[in-house]
């Protein structure tokens, strides 16, 4: 049972916009930068979204993220193949003193 | 190049103990926190343990306090983990990762390296 609340899977057509959730509490996501990342199959995480909407160089502008409250969420706008893969929300919890991750996302191009 | 590149994995038997190392390159190592995070066959990423650059705080995952200790080598441009009493949960890919600064997340991660518990 993760800290971070995902849906498990989302799905679209090319071209289509995505959006994921990510829902926790006044003690990570209230207080918090929220970051995301994306994992492909067999690989390493990488950094797609810092401080809930800013995007690392390289990291294409499909990609958007906010947060508002206790939630934030991902978006791809534009959805491609490549898209295919894991997606994951984090945050620092000041009641766990240590990074939340949410279940995870797995994403699918149909 | 920045780089993190993990070692130390293997198979070892519960209540057994390992010691996994992150050698970091390119970059200068003792102005970064950095991560171990850990991922169970077929589940999702979990955080483990983070350390300040200068090695004078960390931070633990409940599943791990006490068990796993987190420590730095700033003159050798390493990060350790080492795991003692190890059980069957504990089976992961660990991978180390730099958290980039002015809370730009984590931004450099290694490939990973595999522990398996089991007797």
């Known amino acids: 049972q993760s800290v971070l609340t995902q849906p498990p899977s989302a799905s679209g057509t090319p071209g289509q916009r995505v959006t994921i959730s990510c829902s926790g509490s006044s003690s990570n996501i209230g207080s918090n930068h929220v970051y995301w990342y994306q994992q492909l199959p067999g690989t390493a995480p990488k950094l797609l979204i810092y401080r809930s909407n800013q995007r690392p160089s390289g990291v294409p502008d499909r990609f958007s993220g906010s947060k508002s409250g206790t939630s934030a969420s991902l978006a791809i706008s534009g959805l491609r193949s490549e898209d295919e893969a894991d997606y994951y929300c984090?945050?620092?919890?000041?009641?766990?003193?240590?990074?939340?991750f949410g279940g995870g996302t797995k994403v699918t191009v149909l | 190049e920045v780089q993190l590149v993990e070692s130390g994995g293997g198979l070892d038997q519960p209540g057994g103990s390992l010691r996994l190392s992150c050698a970091a390159s390119g970059f200068t190592f003792s102005n970064y926190w950095m991560h171990w995070v850990r991922q169970a066959p077929g589940k999702g990423l979990v955080w483990v343990a983070r350390?300040?650059?200068?090695?004078?705080?960390?931070n633990y995952a409940d599943s791990v306090k006490g068990r796993f200790t987190i420590s730095r080598d700033n003159a050798k441009n390493s990060l350790y983990l080492q795991m003692n009493s190890l059980t069957a949960e504990d089976t992961a890919v660990y991978f180390c990762?730099?958290?980039?600064?002015?809370?730009?997340?984590?931004?450099?991660w290694g490939q990973g390296t595999t522990v398996t518990v089991s007797s």
């Open positions: 984090t945050a620092w919890d000041n009641s766990l003193s240590g990074v939340v």
């Open positions: 350390i300040k650059g200068d090695g004078t705080s960390t």
């Open positions: 990762a730099r958290d980039g600064l002015y809370n730009s997340g984590m931004d450099v």
